[in-house]
């Protein structure tokens, strides 16, 4: 890697921008830190693939056994209930909430960026859930909203 001094811009692979090593965003040529994450460590190329972050891989594995558990209550509630008018059918609902949330968590583990949206739309329904619901939503929005979050959800797939 060239060390360059902030006077004497390089002219980054020609093109006239430099990427982000941490997030890949392309930055101006004269800049001495990224505009989108505040990183310092440029070069010509865009990042090779960003891997996902400890806390995303946590809170997806986290999901998928409560979305496994919800379905697994609801087909028992279903099966317990089955001779009782409308009960079943709220263990049914129960099943298909518990793959909702599956799919959910699935994405989220796969990096889809949609995920990462609905996971913020969910933190800020918590926030109302004063005080544990609030602090919850608090935490989950700075996380996903975080550059280096950010930056793994948005590269290609
Ligand atoms: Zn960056």
Not at 8 to 19: L, R
Not at 82 to 93: T, Y
Not at 119 to 129: G, P, S, Y
Request: charged share 10%; hydrophobic share 55%; aromatic share 12%.
């Amino acid at each position: 890697m060239s060390a360059a001094t902030p006077s004497t811009p390089v002219p980054y692979g020609g093109s006239g921008v430099k990427y982000c090593q941490r997030c890949g965003a392309p930055n101006d040529p004269g800049a001495a830190y990224c505009a989108n994450c505040g990183e310092v460590n440029f070069r010509s190329v865009r990042p090779g693939r960003i891997e996902r972050p400890v806390g995303v891989t946590l809170l997806a594995l986290l999901q998928i056994l409560v979305s496994i558990a919800t379905i697994f209550i609801g087909l028992f509630a279903t099966a317990l209930l089955i001779f009782i008018p409308f009960l079943p059918i709220l263990g049914l609902f129960f099943v298909g909430l518990g793959v909702i949330e599956l799919i959910l968590a699935v994405a989220l583990f796969s990096g889809r960026n949609w995920a990462r949206i609905l996971n913020i739309i969910f933190a800020v329904l918590w926030l109302i859930h004063f005080p544990l619901g609030t602090v919850m939503g608090i935490l989950f929005l700075i996380y996903f909203t975080r550059p280096g979050v950010v930056a793994y959800f948005k590269q290609p797939h």
